[in-house]
Every structure is written in C-alpha cells, then in structure tokens.
C-alpha cells in the first residue's frame, strides 16, 4: 500500500488556492513573466560569459591598432619617393632594415630607402606608405641572386596605401559595446582584442528541477516491472543549458509528502523551481495538496495542446525563503512544450535579454494539423526549404506522450485557437526550435 494513500485521508489541502479558469497562452504567459527581471551582475572570465548580457558599458582603454602598422607584407617607405615609378621606371630604394610582427622600428625610414616590413608591423617613423612585394623586383631579384640591399619599386601608389592608422578599429577611450549586449563569440574576441581578460555579466539563473511520481527512476537503473524511465528531468535540464541557465536536478520526489516537501527545499535557493507531473485534473492530489500548502500556487487549464495543465505561483520554506514555481505537466511533450512558452522566456528575462520571441517563420503545411476542441496547438513538425520556401511536415504521432516525434522535430507550427483543422497547403507560423543548415538559416 502506498504511502500517499494514507497521506490524503488525513491531509486536509487549503483549497482556497486552487483556481481552475481557463486561460489564454498570453494570459499565462504575462502572470509569469511579471515574477522576474534580470539579475545581479557578476564578473567572469570572458570565454565563460558567452550568452551572457553585458552588466556595464565598455570602453576601451587603448586604440587599435594600437599603433600605425603595415597591412601587407612589403616596403615601408616615404611616399615622395615613389613619384612615377612604373615597371619601365622603376624607382630603386636602399634597403636599411626588417621589420617583423611584433618588433619595434629601431630606425626610420630616410630619403631614397626602405625597410622591409611584415604585415601587422609597426610602421617606422617616415613611413606613410607601403608597397607590396608583388610591386617591387624582390622576387626576380632573389632568383637572379642579386643583393637584396636595394629594391626597385615598380608601381607609384596614392599616399598611406597598405598603412593601417593607429586605433583605425577603435580609439582609446571610445565606448565599444553597450550594457546589454548579448555577448557572442565576435564581441568574446572584441574584448580579448582590448587586452580584457574578465568582464561584468548578469549572472546565470539556477533552475531547479525536480520530477514527481512512483512510476519514475533513473537512467542506468534496470527497467523495473510498471516503471518509466524520468526523462523530464534530462530534458529539461538540458533546455535550460541551451538557453543560458545552470541546471540543479533534484531528482525524483515521490507521491508522498515527506518527499515532495522534503525535495521542494531543496529547490528554494533556485531563481526558478521547475517540476514535472502531478498539476494535471486527474492526478492524485498529493503534488497539488504539497504544492498549495507551501505557498501561492495557482493550478491552471491553458488553452493549448500540448501542455494545458500547468500550476504557477510562488513556493515558501518555513523561514519565508521564496522561490517561482512553475510545474510543468508530466508527459515529456507537454513538459518541454511548456518549458519553451513559459520557462525559456522566464529564464531568457533574468539573463537580461530583452527579445523573448522564438524565431518564428511562415512556411506551407505538408499535412494537415487537427484541433478538436478549440485549443492553440503546437504541432511538431520538421521544417525544410526548397528553393527559397519552407514546407512543414508533421513529424508523426501527436500523442503528448510520443517523446521522439519531438527529436524529429525542429519546429512548432502553430494552429489557431479559431481553427478545428489546418490542411496540407496553407501556410503556418512555425515557432523554431532550431534553426541550422538544413532549414537554411
Ligand atoms: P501525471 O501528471 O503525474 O499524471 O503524469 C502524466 C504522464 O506523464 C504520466 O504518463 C507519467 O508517467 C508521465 N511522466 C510523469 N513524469 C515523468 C517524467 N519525469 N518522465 C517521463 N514521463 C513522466
Ligand atoms: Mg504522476
């Protein structure tokens, strides 16, 4: 006999806080994302903060090029020498020195000479221009076995040709990015390029996760007779990594309250407490009684398919800690269909970002999309694009439990609430999941 049995006779819930009403996505949507904002700032090595939001403006504290250098390997020289040089006329310089990259002029350039220069250089004082090997006799002249102490010039360029100008990309001083920039790999190498080794960010949420039920146990056990494996907590957690979070698995709580309240504590230090299973109209009451003891909980229907049960409030210890809670439905469709609608935007705010919109594409239906009774449908489909235009195809069974047809899927195309049936040809708003080659992004 399970425990929770007993547990429900002699557990009198607060039903109070039990709300029913049927919302819309937006609906749901707006109630949870007005619970967070972004975070405080930490500072962080710069290659650990890709994803992350800039917490402060940046300036740069040197120019670069820090100084004038060669863009090409070449000859510095002074530009009033080069007048009318031709192959026919050539114009013969001496040659007083070599410059590598990373070395430091020891000498400027003098009238009628040059300096051989590498490209990245450092300029010497009298250069204000460069020319290419290719436009000299270098290579003839190395063949023919001639000093190289001289060099003829065979073309005249307009003055500063191949000189890169000192802070040219960025002047010492000058703001290089904005609070609030998301930085990528381009802005990670901006920052090294400014010699900056840590950076402020917002700092990642943690969200904790935490699945629910008797039935569940863990990868790598041996499959137990009437047993599922948890593959919520693996998915969701791994949704979490995608979009910038620090997963914190608390594993599985069973359908007793020692275990769920004992479970649920440990998720109260999190920015975001995630469970899975036990908010739907015919579970057992015991994840709703614990849920609604513990603070504001609100159980709702949302009008979407998967997904509609979902519970939202706000979860409380004894010492008045206080963390969101969102419980996602249990079959692992619906779980990370709502992870995308509610928790990814959530976690997308607190990481400072202000665009919480998936991509979204327009593409043409290759099966129909059924809506029998009047939810906003999320279809999982597998988006492709042929010759400039993209065609969405169901990726098979629609059951929220059928968990692969969601791996075959790089896309949620949606159906209106308004619609009972979308057919093979019309076009739809695909939310994407992903968005690599194969669909041409
Ligand atoms: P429930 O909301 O508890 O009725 O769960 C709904 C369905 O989701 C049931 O078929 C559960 O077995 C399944 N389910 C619940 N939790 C998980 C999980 N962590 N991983 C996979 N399936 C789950
Ligand atoms: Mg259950």
Request: glycine share 10%; net charge negative.
């Amino acid at each position: 006999m399970k425990e929770h049995r007993h547990g429900k006779r002699h557990h009198s819930p607060r039903r109070g806080h039990y709300h029913a009403d049927m919302l819309s996505v937006e609906e749901a949507f707006d109630r949870i994302i007005a619970a967070f904002s972004p975070l405080e700032p930490e500072t962080r090595p710069i290659l650990e903060a890709l994803g992350q939001t800039l917490a402060e403006d940046v300036f740069s504290p040197l120019n670069i090029p820090p100084s004038d250098n060669s863009a090409m390997d070449g000859y510095a020289l002074r530009h009033e020498d080069l007048k009318g040089a031709s192959p026919e006329n050539p114009v013969v310089l001496r040659v007083i020195g070599l410059i590598a990259a990373g070395q430091v002029p020891d000498r400027a350039v003098e009238p009628r000479t040059s300096l051989r220069i590498m490209t990245g250089a450092p300029t010497p004082e009298g250069c204000d221009t460069i020319v290419p090997f290719e436009e000299t006799d270098e290579v003839e002249r190395k063949a023919r076995g001639d000093s190289m102490d001289e060099i003829a010039i065979l073309v005249d360029q307009p003055l500063g040709t191949h000189v890169r100008p000192a802070g040219e990309d960025v002047k010492a001083g000058e703001k290089v990015l904005e609070r609030g920039t998301v930085l990528r790999p381009s802005e990670i190498g901006v920052l090294a390029s400014l010699g900056i080794e840590r950076v402020p960010v917002i700092r990642r949420p943690r969200i904790a996760i935490l699945a629910t039920g008797d039935e569940l146990q863990e990868p790598g056990e041996t499959p137990q007779p009437g047993r599922i494996y948890d593959s919520n907590s693996y998915g969701l957690a791994a949704s979490v990594r995608r979009y910038g979070g620090v997963p914190q698995m608390l594993g599985i709580a069973r359908d007793n309250l020692e275990d769920m309240h004992l479970k649920l504590n440990e998720g109260l230090t999190a920015d975001l407490l995630l469970t899975s299973a036990g908010v739907s109209k015919g579970d057992y009451d015991i994840v709703k009684d614990v849920l609604a003891e513990r603070g504001k909980v609100n159980f709702w229907s949302v009008r979407m398919r998967p997904a509609k049960p979902l519970a939202w409030g706000m979860l409380r210890d004894e010492d008045g800690r206080t963390v969101p809670h969102l419980g996602l439905p249990g079959n692992p469709v619906s779980a990370m269909v709502a992870f995308e609608e509610f928790a990814r935007p959530a976690i997308l705010r607190m990481l400072g970002r202000t665009d919480l919109a998936k991509p979204t594409i327009r593409a043409e239906l290759k099966g129909p999309i059924v809506n029998f009774d009047g939810r906003r449908v999320f279809a999982r489909v597998r988006v492709t694009r042929r010759n400039g235009s993209y065609y969405a195809t169901p990726t098979g069974p629609q059951g929220s439990n059928i968990l692969t047809s969601m791996a075959r899927a790089n896309g949620l195309a949606i159906c209106p609430e308004d619609l009972p049936r979308m057919e093979e040809g019309q076009i739809v708003d695909v939310k994407m999941l992903d968005w690599n080659e194969e669909v041409g992004g």
